[in-house]
C-alpha cells in the first residue's frame, strides 16, 4: 500500500519550455502533498506544500511564479516549471500523506535536465 | 543552515555486522524524526521513526536511538544485509504536529559486503 506515482521519470528540454511533472497517490488518498528538488550530493529541499483544494505554501527562496503547483484532487498533484533554463536542471520528487499522523510516502523522482 | 546533517557520507560494513547510521540535529522544535531508505532511481522508502518523548524504537531488524539532549539521533541495523545496500536520510519535522514537514539531511551511503 501507500504508493505514490510520479510521471515523467526523465525530462529533457530546451530552455524556455515549461514542464509538467504529475505527482499521484495510487492506493490512498493524499490530503497533503509535498514537492522537493535535490540537486547533487545535496540533501532533498523542501520547495512546497499543497494541500487539496488550496493554494500552495512555499518555502523561502521558491519562486511560487516560476514553479506553479495545481493539487486538485486528492490523488494528483501538478508541478510545473515555467520557461525553465539550465539552472533548473535537478532531480524533483513528490510525496503525499493521508494525515499529519502518518508519514509521507515519496514517489521515485523525476530527473529534469534543461539544455 | 543545515538543520538535520549525516557528517558521514558513506559507510561500509561487512555482512551480518552492526550498521550505525548517525544524524545530529541543531532545530530544538524538532519533535519526530524519520528514517528512510533510498535506491538508485527510486523514491525514499519510510523505514522507522521516534517521537521525541521515546527514546528508542525497534522495528525488526532496525531500531533507532534519540538522544534529545545531545540533538544526536542513530540507526542500527542488525544484523546487515546486502539488500540494505541503500542510502539512508535522516529527516526530522516540528512545531508540533507529527510527520509534518520534513528536513532531511545529506544522506549515508551504506554498503554491506557479502
Known amino acids: 500500500g501507500a504508493v505514490v506515482s510520479q510521471h515523467p521519470s526523465w525530462v529533457i528540454c530546451k530552455s524556455g519550455t515549461s514542464v509538467k511533472i504529475e505527482c499521484r497517490s495510487l492506493?490512498?488518498?493524499?490530503?497533503?502533498m509535498f514537492w522537493y528538488r535535490q540537486f547533487p550530493k545535496q540533501s532533498l529541499m523542501l520547495m512546497a506544500t499543497?494541500?487539496?483544494?488550496?493554494?500552495?505554501?512555499?518555502e523561502q527562496g521558491v519562486e511560487k511564479d516560476k514553479f506553479l503547483i495545481n493539487h486538485a484532487s486528492l490523488t494528483l498533484s501538478t508541478l510545473t516549471v515555467t520557461s525553465a533554463h539550465p539552472e533548473d536542471s535537478s532531480f524533483y520528487i513528490c510525496?503525499?500523506?493521508?494525515?499529519?499522523?502518518?508519514?509521507?510516502?515519496f514517489g521515485d523522482g523525476t530527473r529534469l535536465s534543461i539544455l | 543552515d543545515q538543520q538535520v546533517k549525516q557528517n558521514s557520507p558513506s559507510l561500509s560494513v561487512q555482512e551480518g555486522r552492526i550498521s550505525i547510521l548517525n544524524c545530529d540535529y541543531t532545530?530544538?522544535?524538532?519533535?519526530?524524526f524519520l528514517w528512510y531508505k533510498k535506491y538508485p532511481a527510486e523514491g525514499p522508502t519510510f523505514l522507522i521513526s521516534?517521537?521525541?518523548?521515546?527514546d528508542k524504537n525497534e522495528d525488526g531488524r532496525f531500531t533507532v536511538f534519540l538522544n534529545k539532549s545531545a540533538k544526536h539521533l542513530s540507526l542500527h541495523i542488525v544484523p546487515s544485509q546486502p539488500g540494505d545496500s541503500a542510502v539512508y536520510f535522516c529527516?526530522?519535522?516540528?512545531?508540533?504536529?507529527?510527520?509534518?514537514?520534513?528536513?532531511f539531511g545529506q544522506g549515508t551511503i551504506l554498503t554491506v559486503h557479502p
Open positions: 510525496s503525499a500523506r493521508v494525515s499529519s499522523i502518518q508519514p509521507q510516502h
Open positions: 492506493d490512498f488518498q493524499a490530503t497533503t
Open positions: 499543497s494541500n487539496e483544494g488550496s493554494k500552495a505554501t512555499y
Open positions: 532545530n530544538s522544535m524538532f519533535d519526530y
Open positions: 521516534i517521537s521525541s518523548i521515546k
Open positions: 529527516a526530522a519535522s516540528g512545531g508540533g504536529t507529527s510527520y509534518g514537514k520534513l528536513t
